[in-house]
């Protein structure tokens, strides 16, 4: 099929790159000319596994390009994908101006009946908006579909491969066997092609990132309670996750939710509750709580140190949000960072993927560090933001005589503080006892 992805980001280049290695014919279409320029030479702006092998596979076989221009990738397809941003507005819900651009170059270019998928993760009433903004342009017959994606970063070429389930809402029997036929290569399995109508389609995505990030939340207020009553959270986090009722999936407890959907999606459904008289007071609490817990493990250095963190040198082991990803959007990291810059603390940040994006955010106001090692030499305690694998299971010896004092605040969880504290270290974990 010919297929045009309109955005170019995390989500659209994994979709046209698994698209066209499952046969298709696929133009990505981004307005950035230097994420094109770069993607024509198989330099990606994004770091996810296995994408780099796809793309530049796809591109060398014929199946996969890239363009600026938008108009000529929607006049030479049979579907589009919308896949921009859809980023918060100023007052928490999502802001359209790119889904609703783009509707409107499809429209000018509508040169022979397609179907239109929104990809982007938007509120309910956004297809019908999307229609009504391509209607103005043409009188070519167009379907329009909802089509939500629940990847996940690190993950996201696996996701899209093998998905435990694809929601699609459509508006007509003839745009569902399209979209059947789209996805078939990627549900051989048996995984579940969900036809529903698209508003029930859009309000899932946001169902499903606001059940997830009220997950952690809740394993993160649980954990606080541990630390009180002398309970360790990662006993209890077995105990209930064997629980088929409850499962064991998503009940780490940790710095906070960060990355570049669960932030706005949440602020966004809420805002939409809002918007309708339905105040959404569960997920009120899980933003509240995000916030309070993306503090922790500052909070939980300040007090070890006694307050005392003025000239001190601070290690932080990862910058992006989570392992796996170069995303720093939203990241724990940025909290945690600003407040010890705030303190007057010096910072030497070590990450394998988000150096470049944290000199964006961060620039040389702190330092980069090379290797893991590196950045705790001749440091005053060591922060863990991000669960790498290569943080897992460290030399600690090096680790004690590179450090001024063995003293490490691990947001994630990844070492038994017995172990450690037989190690000589001072270790401070989430939600792990007495002291933790
Ligand atoms: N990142 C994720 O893990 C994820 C997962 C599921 C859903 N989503 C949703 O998918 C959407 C895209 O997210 P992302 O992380 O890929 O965003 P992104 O910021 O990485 O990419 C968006 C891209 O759209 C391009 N763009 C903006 N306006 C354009 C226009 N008018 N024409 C052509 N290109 C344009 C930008 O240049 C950018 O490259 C969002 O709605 C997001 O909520 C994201």
């Known amino acids: 099929m010919k297929v045009a992805v309109v955005g170019t980001g995390y989500v659209g280049l994994v979709v046209g790159a698994c698209l066209a290695e499952a046969g298709n014919d696929v133009a990505c279409a981004d307005v950035s000319s230097e994420k094109i320029d770069g993607l024509r030479k198989n330099q990606l702006p994004i770091f996810e596994p296995g994408l780099d092998t796809l793309v530049e596979r796809n591109q060398e076989e014929g199946r996969l390009r890239f363009t600026t221009d938008v108009g000529a990738a929607v006049e030479a397809s049979e579907i589009v994908f919308i896949a921009v941003g859809t980023p918060p507005d100023e007052d928490g819900s999502a802001d359209l101006q790119h889904v609703l651009a783009v509707a409107e170059t499809i429209g000018d270019h509508m040169n022979t009946p397609k179907i239109v998928i929104t990809k982007s993760t938007v509120p309910v009433g956004t297809a019908e908006k999307v229609r009504r903004a391509i209607a103005g342009r043409t009188s070519e017959k167009f379907h329009v579909c909802s089509n939500p994606e629940f990847l996940k970063e690190g993950a996201a070429v696996e996701d899209f ?5 694809v929601v699609v809402g459509v508006d007509s029997p003839e745009a569902a066997e399209i979209v059947s036929e789209l996805y078939a290569p990627f549900v051989r ?3 579940p092609l969900l036809f529903m109508d698209i508003p029930s389609a859009e309000m899932t995505k946001y169902a499903a990132n606001a059940m997830l990030a009220t997950r952690i939340s809740f394993m993160n207020q649980i954990a606080e309670l541990c630390e009180q009553v002398g309970a360790d959270v990662t006993l209890v986090r077995k105990g209930i996750g064997s629980d088929a009722r409850i499962g064991s999936a998503f009940l780490f407890p940790g710095p906070g939710y960060g990355g570049s959907c669960f932030p706005k999606d949440v602020k966004a459904l ?3 509750g809002d918007a309708c008289g339905v105040s959404l ?3 009120k609490a899980v933003e509240d709580v995000n916030a309070r817990q993306k503090r922790r493990i ?3 250095l300040h007090e070890a140190v006694e307050g005392n963190l003025h000239g001190r040198r601070v290690a932080v082991w990862g910058l992006a949000f989570k392992a796996e990803t170069d995303d720093m959007r939203e990241s724990p990291a940025i909290d945690l960072i600003r407040a010890l810059l705030d303190a007057g603390a010096t910072v030497r940040a070590y ?4 150096v470049d994006n ?7 106001r702190i330092e980069y560090a090379e290797h893991a090692y590196d950045a705790v030499t001749g440091a005053d305690a060591l922060t863990i933001v991000t669960e790498w694998l290569e943080f897992r299971n460290p030399d600690f010896g090096r680790l004690k005589s590179l450090l001024k004092t063995p003293l490490i605040v691990d947001g994630r969880n990844l070492y038994e503080p017995a172990r450690m504290r037989q190690l000589g270290f001072r270790y401070v974990g989430i939600g792990r006892g007495e002291g933790a």
């Open 161 to 165: 491969m093998k998905p435990d389930r």
């Open 189 to 191: 399995t048996g995984k």
């Open 270 to 272: 809420i805002r939409t």
């Open 281 to 283: 007071d569960v997920l």
């Open 298 to 300: 500052f909070e939980k």
């Open 351 to 354: 990450d394998p993927q988000a």
């Open 358 to 364: 944290a000199r964006h955010v961060f620039g040389d």
